[in-house]
Each structure stands twice: as C-alpha cells, then as structure tokens.
C-alpha cells in the first residue's frame, strides 16, 4: 500500500511538471486551460475584433478563448478586472482609448494605472472616425451642422460609445475648436448608442466606420466629415475636418491587446506572434479593411509607446476643453 501511495505520488508530480512544462517551456507556450478575452464595452468593434480573433486563437493555442463583455465606468470596469487577474495568460484585455489613455486624466481616481498594470502584446488596428447625424435633424453639412448647434445649444445632443472613448472625446475637441455646445450622451457600448441615435433621441456622435456603415449604406443616418488626416477611401465625397478650415484636427480610434503585469515575456511573445500573423491573414486583413479599419499588428514595445503619447495627446485635450467622468 505504501508503495502504491508513492508511486502516485510520483505520478501527481510527474503530470504537474508536464503541464508546467506545456504551459512555459520557451516560445512554445500553450494555454492549459481555456482563456477569457476581457471586452470592457458591450457591442462595439472591441467586440467584433475579439470574436474574429477568438476561433483563431483557439485554432493556433488548442484551448477555448472566451470572449467576455465587461461594460462599465468607461471601460474601468473591465479592464480593472483584467489588472486583478493572475498573470498566467489565461486573461487577455481587449483595450482601447478609453480606459488606457483618456481615463487616467477623466476621471478623479482610477483603480489601476494603466501604465503598470498591464502588459501591452499589440496594437491591432486603427481608425479615424466619422461624424455622423440623424437625417431628421436637418443638418445639410459641417457649417450647417455648427451653426444650429450655437443657435440653439440647448437644443441638440450627442450620444459616445461610453464616457471616456475617443468617441466621447473627439465631439469635445471639435466643440472646443468650432466653439459650440452640445449635451453629450454617453453609452455603454455601440449598439445602444446607434439604436438612440437612429431613433433620433441624441442628433449625433463620433463613431468609427463598423458601427455606422450599414446605416449609412440605407440612408438611416447621414455623414458629414472625418476625423482622419486623409478621405476614407470608400466615401471620397465625405471631407475631412481638417480640411474643411479646422487645422490639425484628428482624431483616432483603436483598439489593441494586454495581458496582466507580470506575465512572463514568453507568453507576450507568443501572444503577439500569433496575433500579428492572425491580423495579417488575408482573411482577417479584409474582413477588417471592410470595416475601414488600418491593421497595425504592432510590437508589445510600439505598443506600450503608443500608450504613452496617447495619454498625453488626450491628457491635453481633457485639459483644455474641462472634460470630466461627472
């Protein structure tokens, strides 16, 4: 009987070092165990990117990637519970502006700061936004749009894809150089914020490509400009700000992947090689050029330089135009 404990007991030791050889031996990192993919906004293109990326994910690591819509707090919420997590790369934040870059100066206090407490793996894509209305609300275009807005501020609101998001922000930037005033309606996600936004409840919004063109594509919502430095190239006729007399104007959104602090460089560097070739595919490069977005695939290191000009670029902007969580 003595013999027979020992031998399992050797046994239960020989598989724990297999697992822990699987899950950290070199590059060849692989999950034990299915993964969570934090989303920390509900229905957005945060949201369509990490269901894209799930399957193959899955495909190329041999464990179920669960995504996982956390809304909250402008996106707080979510993240906050991925710099919680334990960092075994079982956790994954799917992370954008808003709780990264522009909450750290929009709100009073943060329950992480996003510089520590997580591991950036890549900056996946980009994009300029539109500046979209409700055709009912008559705006014929940008200087139509200004002038109704200081004739009657009272009047006319938009809604944002959450507090904080470049959505929100991008409209107070543009506020503050055409010098009118709007009541901003923030949501907890896209699809609430379209579904307003067609009803004709708010006027207006910043929102990327993916949550507008299918409305606009059936005449339910109407664009007016850009907010890139260049014309989208499947709306040629649709100006951008900053060519319509607002020098310098831009704005962008995008949406990159994290992981917890602490997780061990091999697991980021696997991450980032499979993500950066999934990105790239020619399957998930079109469906994403489909949806206007730029594919960056950047490096963990790019990344985590990008996080950093991109809080003092809004940081900037929350300073001057007096953005504030409320």
Do not use: C
């Not at 013999?3 to 007991?9: C, P, R, V």
């Not at 993964?35 to 509900?42: A, D, E, H, L, M």
């Not at 004709?200 to 339910?220: D, E, I, L, S």
């Not at 007399?245 to 980032?272: D, V």
């Amino acid at each position: 009987m003595k013999f027979t404990t020992m031998l399992l007991g050797a046994a239960l030791v020989a598989s724990a070092f297999g697992v822990q050889a699987q899950e950290s031996v070199g590059d060849e990192w692989r999950p034990s165990k299915p993964v969570r993919i934090i989303v920390p906004i509900v229905g957005s293109t945060n949201d369509v990117l990490a269901r894209l990326l799930a399957p193959k994910l899955q495909a190329a690591f041999g464990q179920p990637f669960v995504v996982e819509n956390k809304g909250g707090a402008g996106g707080n919420i979510g993240a906050a519970e991925v710099a919680r997590a334990v960092p075994d790369g079982l956790t994954l934040l799917v992370g954008y502006n808003g709780p990264l870059a522009i909450n750290v100066s929009l709100f009073d206090s943060m329950p992480y700061d996003p510089r520590k407490a997580f591991e950036p793996i890549t900056l996946a894509v980009k994009a300029p936004q539109y500046l979209v209305v409700n055709p009912s609300a008559g705006f014929t275009d940008v200087k139509d749009f200004i002038a109704k807005a200081k004739a009657a501020p009272d009047k006319y609101s938009y809604g944002s894809v959450s507090l904080g998001s470049a959505s929100h922000l991008t409209m107070e930037m543009f506020k503050d150089v055409a010098g009118f005033q709007m009541t901003h309606v923030p949501y907890r996600g896209a699809a609430p914020a379209m579904t307003d936004l067609l009803a004709g409840q708010v006027q207006a919004g910043f929102f990327v490509p993916g949550n507008v063109q299918g409305y606009v594509q059936t005449g339910r919502l109407k664009l007016l400009a850009s907010s890139g430095t260049k014309r989208f190239p499947s709306t040629p006729d649709v100006p951008t700000l900053a060519e319509l007399g607002f020098k310098g104007f831009e704005a962008t959104s995008w949406i990159g992947f994290l992981a917890p602090a602490g997780t061990p460089q091999n697991i980021i560097k696997r991450y980032n090689e499979e993500m950066v070739r999934i990105l790239k595919s020619p399957e998930i490069s079109a469906r994403l050029s489909e949806m206007e977005f730029e594919v960056v695939a950047s490096s963990p290191q790019e990344f985590s330089q990008w996080i950093d000009t991109e809080i003092t670029r809004w940081g900037a902007v929350i300073k001057k135009t007096g953005a504030k969580s409320n």
